[in-house]
Nanobody
């Protein structure tokens, strides 16, 4: 199992940037696809970005494409989400998750963190 701990959230003005980190533990991290999800109050959880186990493939939802960048450092067991040009609609709790199976199948990802709050003011 991969245990996860998100950090880096906070309050930022629209147009600003934040960098989220997800520290992972577990021997299977380097062989797991990693993803970022977010959930705003009253809304369903959204699959925002993913990166394959080796880092060669990435996925972004249309809502964040061109503004967010996912990356990973397998040597440091960490996944990052660089968020630029933030908008108020990006406000949500952000979770990272791991998948030992499908890369693009959101249901194959498992959450084991508490999430980190991102709030974007207008």
């Amino acid at each position: 199992q991969v245990q996860l701990a998100e950090s880096g959230g906070g309050l930022v003005q629209a147009g600003g940037s934040l960098r989220l980190s997800c520290a992972a533990s577990g021997r299977t991290f380097s062989s797991s696809h990693m993803g970022w999800f977010r959930q705003a109050p009253g809304k369903e959880r959204e699959f925002v970005a993913a990166i394959s186990w080796g880092g060669g493939r990435t996925y972004y939802s249309d809502s964040v494409k061109g503004r967010f960048t996912i990356s990973r450092d397998n040597a440091k067991y960490t996944v990052f989400l660089q968020m630029n040009s933030l908008k108020p609609e990006d406000t949500a709790v952000y979770y990272c998750a791991s998948s030992g199976g499908s890369f693009l199948g959101s249901h194959s990802y498992t959450y084991r963190g508490q999430g980190t709050q991102v709030t974007v003011s207008s």
